[in-house]
């Protein structure tokens, strides 16, 4: 076991089907939030490296664009066995340099596993067609063909998953990839690395690079032979991505930041409302762009959903999950905590109440304890800023009208959620929220067949479902005369 997991855990990038040290020389420390320790070090590249990736990916995009298919439904298939081989050993790796619970870690390789099998099934559907002429000696059809060399950048609270959804597509099509994992959960991208090696995946089709992002994403943005970047962050981040890319106009996949709402209506079911928010809010310790930002709820109903989301809070239990089975991780690094704190102390000088929670939890490790702020209110910093912690503010409201115009009164719009046993509220609400993702009655809907991305200031493009591979598509017209018809 413990001979498979080293293996999987490199401390080298990985360009054109070798394992290399930064040009520079230098390294990045690696620590688990959880104890504080150092777990290894990773590459600290930078602009030559960047551009030795891209180097690799744009010789093996010549040949691997004209690759078969079958062939490449069959890496896929095979990337996706690996994936699950290697469950157990690459969740500890997750839970080592990211500290959430070995469930949800386990959970998410299994949903890296489910975006690649998914992209191998849609990889035969990359259909053209044909259109009918009004020239009878003409003939109109539109193919597709891979853009070419993608670059995707990757965020620390999913560093499995997230890859998943840039790899899996760009493979299925025939691109190939230049990949820069967050620096603080590098491991898990380097794996991914790993596993591509494992499957017989061509040198130079994936490559993973870690370092200096600032450095890494200006090389990658101002390549030309760069054609498409794929980003999942912040949102200031990607803008400064989107201006770069503008340069080489290049195609562009955002998933930035998000501010969900969750409402909940006074016809809900309320125990079925805290397991939804639940699940919603305090998954991966709060630490995902669609987790639960602000809780709305209804008048009627307000105090006794107050009482029982305090009650499902404390009994939460946190600590470091490669010792225990616990509910809740650490929060990623000081500055995480630093801003958690700073909102739940902004919502308690504006007339918050603080029911549960509310401070640093003692120990070692960077952890938070979750936290219940009733009488919230859109005045507070916690209303418009994502909290990327385990804070929930209940704010309360009369009427529908009212609260769809509460959820929508922000920049973002990836995630909403709302509970009601109302037939016809399910339906106004949903179209009336203004989102790009949207549960009515559950707090978890990500899947690979379904389009994930979202409005506003949270993102352009989609992610998994069949237009998740158009993405990575383009599509050419082709006119042919002269048939003598």
Excluded at 22 to 31: L, N, Q
Excluded at 289 to 307: E, H, K, L, P, W
Aim: contains cysteine; proline residues 4%; aromatic residues 8%.
């Amino acid at each position: 076991m413990a001979a498979d997991f080293e293996r999987l855990k490199h401390q080298k990038n990985f360009i054109g089907g070798q394992w290399v040290d930064a040009v520079g020389g230098g390294t990045i420390e690696v620590v688990n939030p959880a104890t504080l320790h150092s777990i290894g070090h990773v590459p600290d590249g930078g602009n030559q490296d960047a551009k030795n990736a891209v180097d690799a990916a744009a010789d093996a995009f010549d040949s691997f664009r004209h690759s078969g298919v079958t062939h490449r439904v069959n890496l896929l298939r095979d990337l996706h066995a690996a994936l699950m081989d290697n469950q157990a050993d690459l969740a500890r790796l997750l839970v080592e340099e990211q500290g959430k619970p070995m469930a949800e870690a386990k959970g998410e390789i299994a949903n890296s596993a489910a975006y690649t099998l998914w992209f191998a099934e849609e990889a035969r559907r990359a259909y053209g067609e044909t259109i009918p002429s009004p020239w009878p000696d003409r003939r109109i059809s539109v193919i597709t063909q891979p853009v070419g060399v993608i670059a995707a950048i990757t965020p620390w609270n999913f560093p499995s998953a997230m890859l998943a959804r840039k790899i899996a597509p760009a493979i299925a099509v025939g691109c190939t990839a230049v990949c820069k994992p967050s620096e603080l959960t590098p491991f898990s991208g380097l794996a991914w690395a790993a596993l591509c090696e494992d499957v017989g995946v061509p040198a130079g089709v994936v490559n993973v690079v870690t370092g200096d992002s600032s450095a890494i994403g200006k090389v990658w943005s101002a390549d030309e032979r760069v054609r498409k970047m794929t980003f999942t962050g912040s949102t200031r981040v990607g803008k400064i991505l989107l201006q770069q890319g503008a340069e080489t106009v290049k195609k562009m996949s955002m998933e930035l930041g998000g501010n969900a709402p969750f409402l909940v209506f006074d016809d809900a079911d309320i125990d079925k409302a805290i397991e939804a928010g639940m699940a919603a809010k305090y998954r991966n310790a709060g630490q995902t762009c669609v987790c639960t930002n602000r809780f709305y709820v209804q008048s009627g109903i307000y105090d006794a959903f107050v009482d029982k989301l305090v009650a499902a809070s404390e009994a939460l239990t946190a600590g470091n999950n490669l010792e225990g089975t616990h509910d809740q991780g650490p929060l990623i690094n000081e500055g995480a905590l630093e801003k958690v704190s700073d909102l739940v102390q902004d919502a308690r000088k504006k007339g918050g109440d603080i029911k549960t929670g509310g401070a640093r939890m003692d120990g070692d490790g960077i952890f938070y304890q979750p936290t219940v702020v009733a009488n919230a209110t859109q005045d507070m910093r916690i209303a418009r800023e994502e909290v990327f912690g385990p804070v929930a503010p209940v704010f309360k409201f009369e009427t529908e009208a009212e609260a769809i115009s509460m959820a929508n009164d922000t920049d973002f719009g990836l995630a909403a959620y709302f509970c009601t046993s109302d037939l016809g509220r399910s339906v106004r609400v949903a179209e009336a929220l203004d989102y790009g993702l949207v549960g009515i009655n559950e707090g978890v809907i990500a899947t690979p067949e379904a389009p994930f991305g979202g409005f506003k200031q949270s993102g352009l493009g989609r992610e998994g479902s069949r237009h998740g591979l158009d993405e990575y598509l383009e599509r050419k017209y082709i006119c042919t005369g002269g048939l003598g018809l």
